[in-house]
Each structure stands twice: as C-alpha cells, then as structure tokens.
C-alpha cells in the first residue's frame, strides 16, 4: 500500500471505546495508510463520555453529537453506520477503520468490502466473530494495551536494575572501610600490646640490678606477671570481642545478599508472571500458520515473511502475532521448531524469508 494515496477514514463508536488508548488506535491505522477523516460519535451530554473530550483536540477528532430517541437505546451506530455510506459513495477514502465491538457494525463491513475498499476493525476480544470475519484486518485493543504495557514494564525494570546496582556499590564500598578500619584497629591494638610488654621487660632489669631484697624482686615479678596475665587476658577479649563483632558483621552482610537475591528472584518470578498474563499465553494455532505457509510458498519452498501475514490476515482477520506475546511475525516464526527464518538483504533492508527445516 501506497501511503501517500491510501486514505483512511477512522470512525469511533464513543459508547463502545476506550478514550485512553486513542493514540495506539491512530498509529495502528497508519500502519496501513493516512488516516484523514476521524470521527467520534456519541451522545455528549452523557458523563461516559467525558473521558473523551480532553483529548479530542489533541489528536485532531470531530465529535458527532446524537441524541438518544428513546431510553435504553443509543442511535450512535445509525449515525456512524449513514456517515460511513456518504463517505464510502463520495470515493474520498480508499479504506475504513471502525472502532468498536457491537455486532451492528457487521453488514456496514460488508458493505464497504463488496465495494472493493479496505476495512478494518479495532475492538475487544469479546467482539462477536460475525464482524470479526467481516472486516479484511481486526486488531483487539487488548494487544495495543499490551504493548503499551510492554515499554513501560521494561523501562521500570531497566531503572529498578540501575537502582539496585547503585544500592550493591553502595554496600560494597561500606564493607570495604568496615574491613579497613578492623584492620587499623587490629593494628593499634598489637602496638599497644607490644609497648606494654616493652615496659614491663624494662620493670624487671631495673628492679634486678637494684638494691632491693629477694622479697621485693620476687613481689615486683609477680606484680608485673601478673601485669603481663591481665594484659594477654585483656587482649584476648578484646580479640574475641573483635571476632564476635565480625562474625555478626559477617552475618548480616550475608543475610542483607540473601535477602536481596530472594527479592531478585521473587521479582524476577513476579514479572514473568506479569509477562504470562500481558503477553497472551494463547497457543499458537500452527494448522493456520501452516496453511498460510503452503498458500504463501514458492518454487524453492520458501516464503517471505511479510507474505506470510498477508494470507495469514486473509484466513483468519484477527490474527496478530502479539496475541501470542511476539511483538513481529519473524520473531513468532523463530519460536517454532519447524520453521527456519533466513535472513535476506535487498539493497541493505532485511526482507526474512521463512522455510521448513
């Protein structure tokens, strides 16, 4: 498709969308063309659809007003359903996106697709598989959402990894000045010990050559026996002190390394979790896949990729490889056992070609 020429009209049933991922709808529409008509329709002096009107502006959308004639009932769907059929005679569009999940808009599908022109749809899973089938691509909401979540899922883990490296240099560089004051302390403390035994060896020369009684030296080396008792005891608590001191130190820095591996791995448990239930842990339907191939394939048995998803759409419109937590078709081929994606530069682009193994 030819973007510059493809227009494509996009027009929102308010009752039944989501106002706050308007702008994932506007870039998945301009994937197939340019989006130039964008209506919104609903009855605005509703509160439900107050969400919608602080970004209207914002993304260049008229909003079509309509009364509802009756209670219970909504006339937004023969609104949208009249707009369409003028823009589709006036020939203004080459293609149609209806937003919504109401089975209403089935027969407005065929008609547009009977008229040659491109129609696709965007809603949620729950949408009835009547209107699904009717339009040529049907994307849900549930996979835009996905993949909004995605980005923002992987940019809080990268800034959580960051933090947590900062937290692990931080305590790193804490154990290394205890260790380094230990170590000074141990120092001193042996200085210490060697100077009082210095001085107690020099008590016992003096009182030798001195002129005292045998009663006196021996008291005096006693006394300074005791000293030396008292000094090595005092030295030996003070070391088991240390000991005990480092043992603790020692303890709590490895429970704080347990307590932060448990906390990685239960982060790590938790945002696989998350994965399994934003990625779709819906399986692969490989008969479509493989009849897409063998309808896809040429006389070397193999296929480009982007062929691939074009007959994929036509078997079945709702297909997305992100149902199946694969934000491309390539990387989806690459989970398949059976599958070999080949890589194929034309003039410095990859065109993937996919073959059997």
Not at 47 to 68: A, G, T, V
Request: proline fraction near 1%; charged fraction near 35%; hydrophobic fraction near 25%.
């Amino acid at each position: 498709m030819n973007n510059s020429i493809f227009n494509i009209a996009v027009l929102i049933d308010g009752d039944n969308a989501q106002a706050k991922i308007i702008k994932e709808i506007i870039e998945e529409v301009s994937k197939y063309g340019k989006v130039t008509i964008r209506r919104i329709y609903g009855d605005w002096t509703t509160p439900q659809m107050n969400s919608w009107k602080d970004i209207l502006n914002n993304y260049s959308i008229s909003p079509i007003q309509k009364f509802n004639y009756t209670t219970g009932k909504n006339s937004t769907d023969s609104s949208l359903i009249i707009d369409a059929m003028d823009i589709l005679h006036g020939r203004g569009v080459q293609g149609f996106c209806i937003v919504s999940s109401d089975s209403d808009y089935t027969g407005l599908a065929k008609r547009i697709r009977e008229e040659g022109l491109f129609v696709m749809g965007i809603g949620r899973k729950n949408t009835p598989i009547a209107f699904v089938n009717s339009c040529e691509i049907f994307t849900f909401t549930e996979n835009l959402i996905q993949e909004n979540y995605s980005d923002s899922r992987k940019e809080k883990a990268e800034n959580k990894q960051a933090q947590e490296k900062a937290e692990d240099k931080k305590a790193q560089e804490k154990t290394e000045d205890k260790t380094q004051d230990k170590t000074a302390d141990k120092k001193a403390e042996k200085e210490k010990t060697a100077a009082k035994a210095k001085s107690s060896s020099k008590k016992e020369s003096t009182s030798k050559n001195g002129k005292k009684s045998e009663t006196k030296i021996e008291t005096k080396s006693e006394k300074s026996t005791n000293k030396k008792t008292n000094g090595k005891s005092e030295s030996s608590t003070d070391n088991r002190a240390e000991d005990r001191v480092d043992s603790k130190t020692d303890s709590k820095t490895e429970s704080k390394s347990e307590n932060k591996t448990n906390s990685k791995s239960q982060n790590s448990a938790y945002n696989k979790h998350d994965l399994s239930d934003h990625s779709g842990s819906t399986q692969v339907d490989i008969k479509l896949i493989d009849k897409a191939f063998d309808i896809s394939i040429n006389e070397e048995e193999e296929a480009y990729i982007s062929t691939v998803g074009t007959s994929l759409r036509k078997l079945d419109p709702s297909f997305d490889s992100r149902t199946y937590g694969y934000k491309t078709l390539t990387k989806l081929f690459e989970s398949l056992d059976k599958y070999e994606v080949v890589k194929n530069l034309v003039n410095g682009l990859n065109h993937p070609l996919v073959r059997l193994k």
